[in-house]
């Protein structure tokens, strides 16, 4: 990841400004012309209010009545019509609002596909996600609070420094002061709320995590079985005083600021009080004139602190939220451009090398490896000893540190990204189990492909899950979830569909990593079976620590420390290699193999 740049309020605003026009840009304009048209009508009743007050001591004089009733009637006409306004924009903000929400999350969406996949080992890439989302729930509103003080506030605020100004300059450059006081206080308080979202975004990953391991379905179970939800809890209540702590550290800051802007404020209010008395008594501005300018000078304060609490204060705060937003838009991607891939074909290795990030070992170490198109490999080894890692860096998933992997004569590095991966598909240990029908749940992987619910059917028997109506009582329709009134299956039965999820989508090389882990020995050997004959001709990379179903492959990888140590058909090794033959001395008498 790059390094993170601190900008400022404004620089944010902007930035995020681009983004919400582009969401819906003619709602966007609408509803801040309706904002300027409130906010103009609110001035206009200032100045009315300051006719009406001078007209009101020349009636008393000259006994001129009408002339205060029909200027009443055009404020009351103002005031109305700035009503009007007002809930007119409201109306459409609310609107505005949902409609951006959607956009930057289909905008976080489409960046968390651009990522590169390694860059999810990083837990500063989770933590930076987290916080988008939140900032993508409240990007409207800091864009709107902005805005609200430039077509609402800016015009209130304007009218009275010139009203105030031409009465008396010394009263128009105390409410200058003012607001550069509260524009300075406020952006030093924004600063706090950033380092609020950058600390407490560990925390908030955590509180969901260990939450979901006691209220969740697929783990309350367990926890609650093994009578680790007092563990558990404490975690919670460990993760929420951290995330307390971080809160409390910032609050003060931002209370001694409020404390400091509001001594601030008051003296500023009864200098100004003061300086008005003084130069009535002098005889500077008149009784009427001195009433006017109270009440603008009462109003002022009042706005002032409506655009504190509304624009500037909870602008402030969402900053870090927006922050954390625009740091991950500007995260690094996948590069967009590349050769575009119409067959993977053969697939080789050339002195590969990869290393997790804060890894200090390398997970594959010096690889070189050639795989023949339409070939079953089996990748064997003990836990730790990179299968996995290996498996994702010859499928393109990964890309290599060192040296390279080459698909049909070129390397992963030359490829667009998103057609590599239009021919391939894959099954891993920690499949989606998703909560739609068993239709979806197959055909959710190329859901654009016509599907045939008895080509189905017949398939599913073939990986040994027969779909009845003891299990499945709407059939293909049955949703896969019973909280939502379907079927509760077990991991064996997932296993099948999730293995049958990843042979619908077309492809020319599937990944298998540990997919059966849920499936009993001798089921999984037959699984295998049908799973071989159903990839013939395509080429298979199987991921797995039972050394039974190898024997089905037409090579297999033996690997250890990152490094392959045997390559080969299962005679072969068990004749070859030390590692398998120690591996299937263990295995063996329990996969009773014959």
């Not at 939450?211 to 007092?230: A, V, Y």
């Not at 698909?407 to 057609?419: D, I, L, P, Q």
């Not at 299956?489 to 296993?495: E, F, I, T, Y």
């Not at 050997?525 to 179903?549: D, P, W």
């Amino acid at each position: 990841m790059e390094s993170k740049k601190r900008t400022g309020l404004f620089s944010l605003f902007f930035r995020m400004f681009r983004q919400v026009l582009a969401i819906h840009p003619v709602l966007f304009g609408l509803n801040y012309v309706v904002a300027a048209a409130a906010g103009i009508l609110s001035s206009q009743g200032i100045i009315w209010l300051q006719k009406i007050y001078d007209t009101l001591f020349e009636a008393v004089r000259d006994g001129k009545i009408k002339d205060v009733i029909f200027m009443l009637f055009i404020w009351f006409g103002i005031k109305a019509a700035g009503e009007l306004m007002t809930g007119l924009y409201n109306i459409m903000g609310e609107e505005h609002a949902m409609q951006t929400e959607k956009g930057l999350g289909k905008n976080i969406n489409g960046k968390v596909g651009r990522l590169e996949p390694i860059m999810f080992e990083s837990e500063e890439t989770l933590n930076s996600i987290q916080r988008s989302y939140r900032g993508a729930g409240v990007g409207r509103n800091f864009v709107n609070e902005f805005l609200t003080g430039f077509f609402l506030y800016l015009p209130y605020f304007g009218t009275l420094f010139l009203y105030l100004y031409r009465q008396e300059k010394k009263l128009g450059l105390i409410i200058l002061v003012i607001f550069a006081v509260t524009l300075l206080s406020q952006a030093v308080k924004s600063k706090f709320y950033v380092e609020l979202e950058e600390e407490t975004a560990g925390c908030q990953r955590k509180i969901k995590y260990y939450s979901g391991c006691i209220n969740g379905r697929d783990m309350g179970k367990e926890s609650r079985s093994l009578s680790i939800c007092p563990f558990l809890t404490k975690k919670v209540k460990d993760a929420l005083s951290e995330w307390n702590g971080y809160r409390k550290k910032q609050w003060k800051k931002g209370a001694a600021t409020d404390l400091i802007l509001a001594v601030m404020t008051f003296f500023s209010f009864v200098g100004i009080v003061l300086l008005m008395f003084y130069d009535l008594t002098k005889g500077v501005i008149t009784v009427g004139l001195f009433a006017g300018i109270f009440c603008s000078v009462d109003s002022i304060f009042e706005m002032t602190e409506g655009f504190v609490s509304d624009c500037l204060e909870y602008g402030a705060a969402l900053r870090g939220r927006i922050e954390g937003y625009l740091d991950f838009c500007r995260m690094p991607e996948k590069p967009a451009s590349g050769i575009r891939l119409t067959k993977h074909g053969t697939v080789a290795a050339k002195n590969v090398s990869f290393r997790y990030p804060g890894s200090g070992r390398k997970a594959v170490d010096g690889v070189d490896l050639t795989i023949k198109e339409g070939e079953t490999v089996a990748v064997v080894g003990e836990n730790g000893s990179g299968k996995t890692t290996l498996v994702r860096l010859l499928a393109g998933i990964f890309l290599p540190m060192e040296g390279e992997v080459v698909h049909n004569g070129k390397s992963t590095v030359e490829y667009e990204r998103f057609s590599f991966y239009q021919g391939m598909t894959g099954v891993f240990q920690n499949f989606g189990k998703y909560k739609i029908s068993l239709l979806d749940n197959i055909r959710i992987s190329d859901f654009r492909e016509k599907i045939e619910k008895e080509t189905e059917r017949k398939e599913l028997a073939r990986l040994g899950l027969t779909v009845k109506e003891e299990i499945f009582p709407q059939d293909f329709e049955t949703v896969l979830a019973p909280e939502y009134g379907g079927a509760d299956l077990s991991g064996g039965q997932w296993n099948r569909i999730a293995i049958r999820r990843g042979l619908f989508r077309k492809h020319e090389m599937i990944l298998l990593d540990e997919p059966t882990a849920a499936i009993d020995v001798m089921e999984e050997k037959r699984i295998y079976e049908q799973f071989i004959k159903m990839c013939k001709g395509k080429t298979a990379l199987i991921v797995t620590h039972r050394l039974a179903s190898t024997r089905l492959a037409d090579q297999i990888i033996v690997m250890d420390q990152g490094r392959i140590v045997g390559f080969g058909k299962h005679e072969e090794l068990l004749s070859t290699c030390r590692k398998y033959q120690e591996m299937w001395e263990i295995q063996k008498e329990v996969f009773f193999c014959t």
